[in-house]
């Protein structure tokens, strides 16, 4: 068994790394043998010969492309840095691929080697912020204390620094940069704080009076047990005091020899949670090697959390696996954290999150494989544990939304996962099917059919006019025929016909395609009593692929993008859609507008009848979102859109095939929920002249594990290179270009990109998360998405260099020199008819496809359509379109 949802779970979570350190400036101020050991000074030569300096050696060597010696790894490392590139575009950003956000401890280091907290934005998603050391800022507060107040006594000097600290962390909880604090008092004398009664405050009187006797000169670093009990207990209750929410990490375990290792078990700190049961506490390197300590103080205290951080790259494989099963003996997941404890050099990051992943994958699938956990428990795990219980924590605004366990399931059922049987003697009966279809036994979903309850089933797919057809069978014929060895077939000229069945010339009304059903994706839906699979077509004689199947096509390219460059997708759609009304009298108009009052984006009013029967606001909140969450597709949002009567949904992202197949069923359950209510919902992308259009938005970001996270720009660069072939499929009817016009948020008729610019085509987001606005609801899922990721891997292959600039205004109102100095110098097509001709043109992109019968098939039919609609009148085309989409 492979779980492939989990290890993809486990490889593409984004990390909330919530606990780390600065880079040096200057990296070869310190000894790079320190990168997979706390070791220094004279123990440091014999690192070399320790399980985790040898495994690190192999991996930063794959990273590197050099030797795997020590020799090779340090020369090459150094070649990096000498080469380094600003932001994610060297090997700093490389190092900290896959990182959302990192949380600074920076007082590691206060003689300014090292670089400020949000320097290091630079190379992760997000925005870094700081966790702030309690020593490192009581230090300077008492050598000032004892050099100002020389003829005080003790206790006022320990009087005066309290006042000073207090008002330090009060500043600091009120600080949004800072999100936490953290103590070494470990390294301080040891964790066994006293709990607050038995707390002495003679003896801390009696340290500082030492200290002033010494002189202020003289102190370097507050290594005074007594004294730091007074801080770490004034800012548990300083935290305690405003609410808890700012959590305060303890650093237990593993360390250096400046520790003393029988005071640094976290079990020392339980009198101090005790104390203070409302301030979130961090156990941080998992307390190594009393990690199952760690483990039980989380599980027994509803405060307490535990970090598996540092013991990754520090300690050997083995080890690692034994601290993560240890801390899963009894500590609930939703108490665990993860962070790098990467610190003075970029390879510690990036060991860090190889090897974490890799002992997740081990451990995880190891406990799946012997029903510890299922499958959906472990990728809720991972997902927790490397993101949701940090920011939940750290009360952080990420820029990434995760994607639901169970929408990664289902996936990569859809990216040809095979599907467990429901028994073993089902599983031994299981048939490998062609490409790119499930392997399942016929009995095993013939059992499901029958269990589901349901009439009826649809065998779906969308042709290439954008029309979702269907072939609607009896459940009980469906399971007979899987019993009986039955199949199913569809006519080839499927690929050829026009909405109103007109075939195009180039077809005949021969020959039949066998349908592959793909059975991970059945659903519930779109009406009560139906069940949907979406279905491709095969070659009768041998059942080979035809690349003129849409949903063939996308996988192939999707394959092809992983295989040559490395790369892995997700996507989200917006649906947006027009509600109409039916004319009583149907003369002039089929449809009316939706009677609203004051229908606007994201207008409360638009939704204020919700509740009442008959509402389209109550047919959205109870028919149509039961009936997404029946099929199982996730949404994250819905609101009211600009135009009267049109809405917006905003489905979870998933992987390409998966999210078209979610949007087109979505679509599906939208428009029959709104039929049943009287109501017409159309996706035509202008159906009212004077105001704005209706599009299908889509989301994308990317990764790769082949090559830096730089690998984004030639991507995005790859669609604009392209774009005027791309709008032909993803502009792909003639009433899309209707919508194509400046200053509306549509994307308007310039080729170029703009960081959160929504008058741009392209709109960067976060990172590698764009936003392609140039597709509309008319075009099929699967061709406009097969296109665009073609483009932009075809832009990595060929390092498309980023040539258009950051253009942060509205295109069309700028001068020709201000468009020329930022790039900007194409226009889309105007037109259907130009885009083809863009389309044909672009002999790259069509070869990037894999296929140029496919896009001579997809001209053909386009241009017959043209031609059929050049015939309506305007207003006849316009409602003929809203009768069909």
């Not at 039949?512 to 059975?519: A, K, R």
Request: negative net charge.
């Amino acid at each position: 068994m492979d779980f492939p949802a989990l290890r993809n779970a486990i490889r593409t979570t984004p990390i909330v790394d919530n606990h780390a350190h600065p880079l040096l400036k200057n990296s070869t101020d310190r000894s790079f043998l320190s990168i997979a050991t706390e070791a220094h000074g004279d123990a440091l030569k014999d690192s070399w010969s320790s399980l985790a300096h040898i495994r690190a050696v192999k991996q930063l060597a794959e990273h590197l492309d050099c030797e795997p010696s020590w020799a090779a790894v340090e020369t090459a490392m150094k070649a990096k840095r000498s080469l380094q590139e600003p932001g994610s575009d060297g090997w700093t950003g490389h190092c900290m691929q896959g990182i959302e956000t990192i949380l600074l401890d920076d007082g590691l280091d206060d003689s300014g080697e090292t670089h400020d907290y949000g320097w290091h934005d630079q190379f992760v998603t997000g925005k870094c912020k700081r966790i702030v050391r309690i020593e490192a800022i009581a230090a300077p507060m008492i050598r000032a204390c004892v050099a100002d107040m020389k003829e005080h006594t003790p206790r006022s000097i320990v009087a005066a620094v309290v006042s000073c600290f207090t008002r330090e962390i009060e500043r600091c909880l009120a600080d949004p940069e800072v999100v936490g604090f953290k103590s070494i008092i470990c390294y301080r004398g040891g964790l066994d704080v006293p709990g607050i009664q038995q707390m002495r405050m003679d003896d801390a009187e009696a340290e500082m009076g030492g200290i002033a006797e010494a002189g202020a000169e003289k102190f370097a670093r507050l290594q005074h047990r007594a004294l730091n009990h007074v801080l770490v207990h004034t800012t548990a209750r300083l935290i305690a005091e405003t609410g808890g929410k700012k959590p305060i990490q303890f650093h237990t375990g593993l360390g250096d020899n400046d520790i003393t290792l029988t005071k640094s078990s976290p079990s020392h700190l339980q009198a101090f949670i005790a104390d203070h049961p409302t301030v979130p506490i961090v156990i941080l390197h998992a307390g190594y090697p009393w990690t199952r300590e760690a483990g039980y103080l989380a599980a027994m205290y509803p405060n307490v959390y535990a970090d598996i951080g540092e013991v990754f790259p520090f300690i050997s494989r083995q080890g690692q696996e034994s601290v993560v099963k240890q801390i899963l003996e009894l500590c609930p997941w939703s108490k665990i954290l993860w962070s790098t404890d990467g610190h003075w050099f970029p390879e510690t990051y990036l060991l860090a999150v190889v090897q974490m992943r890799e002992i997740l994958e081990t451990t995880l699938c190891d406990m799946v494989r012997m029903g510890d956990l299922n499958e959906l428990q472990a990728i809720r795990l991972v997902q927790d544990a490397l993101f949701a219980n940090s920011k939940k924590l750290y009360q952080l605004q990420t820029e990434t939304t995760l994607a639901s366990p169970e929408s990664l399931m289902k996936e990569q059922s859809s990216q040809s996962a095979p599907i467990p049987s429901r028994s073993k003697d089902a599983a031994t009966s299981s048939t490998s099917t062609s490409k790119g279809a499930t392997t399942r036994s016929k009995q095993d979903i013939a059992d499901t059919l029958r269990e589901a309850k349901n009439k009826w089933l649809r065998l779906v797919w969308v042709d290439y006019t954008a029309s979702t057809r269907c072939r609607v069978i009896p459940v009980g014929k469906a399971i007979e025929a899987l019993e009986g060895g039955g199949s199913w077939s569809n006519t080839m000229a499927a690929f050829g016909l026009l909405q109103n069945d007109m075939p195009i010339p180039q077809i005949t009304a021969t020959g039949m395609y066998t349908l592959e059903v793909d059975w991970a994706s059945l659903r519930a839906g779109p009406a009560p009593g139906h069940l949907s699979c979406f279905s491709e077509f095969r070659e009768p004689d041998d059942g080979a692929e035809t690349l003129l199947c849409p949903r063939t096509l996308l996988r192939r390219v999707v394959a092809d993008a992983q295989a040559s460059q490395g790369l892995a997708f997700l996507m989200g759609f917006e649906i947006e859609f027009v509600v109409m009304e039916r004319n009583a009298d149907p003369d002039p108009d089929k449809y009316r507008p939706l009677q609203t009052d004051g229908h606007a984006w994201a207008m409360a009013r638009a939704l204020a009848d919700t509740g009442r029967p008959g509402a389209f606001a109550s047919v959205l909140e109870t028919d149509i979102a039961a009936a997404l969450d029946a099929a199982g597709i996730a949404i994250e949002q819905y609101h009211a859109e600009s135009a009267p009567g049109q809405y917006e949904v905003v489905l979870s992202p998933l992987a390409p095939l998966a999210a078209c197949d979610a949007l087109v069923h979505a679509r599906q359950i939208i428009e029959a929920a709104a039929a049943r209510a009287g109501f017409r919902v159309t996706l035509h992308p202008k159906p009212f002249a004077q105001l704005v259009g209706t599009a299908s938005h889509v989301h994308l970001s990317l990764t790769s594990w082949r090559r830096p996270p730089e690998v984004y720009e030639p991507f995005y660069a790859g669609v604009l290179r392209h774009f005027a072939a791309v709008v032909a499929f993803t502009y792909s009817h003639p009433a899309s270009y209707e919508r194509m016009v400046d200053s509306y948020w549509a994307g308007g008729r310039w080729v170029m990109w703009g960081r959160q610019n929504k008058e741009a085509p392209l709109r960067q987001c976060a990172g590698s998360h764009w936003e392609m606005k140039c597709l509309d609801g008319l075009a099929n899922p699967y061709f406009a998405v097969a296109a665009v990721l073609a483009a932009g891997t075809l832009g990595v292959a060929t390092k498309e260099p980023m040539v258009w600039k950051d253009c942060a205004a509205d295109a069309a109102k700028l001068s020709p020199e201000q468009r020329l100095a930022l790039g900007i110098t194409d226009m889309f097509p105007a037109s259907l008819d130009e885009a083809l001709a863009a389309l044909q043109a672009d002999k790259a992109l069509i070869a990037q496809l894999g296929s140029p019968e496919f896009v001579q098939r997809y001209v053909d039919v386009k241009k017959a359509e043209i031609g059929f609609l050049s015939q309506l009148g305007e207003r006849e085309r316009r409602q003929w379109i809203m009768e069909r989409y």
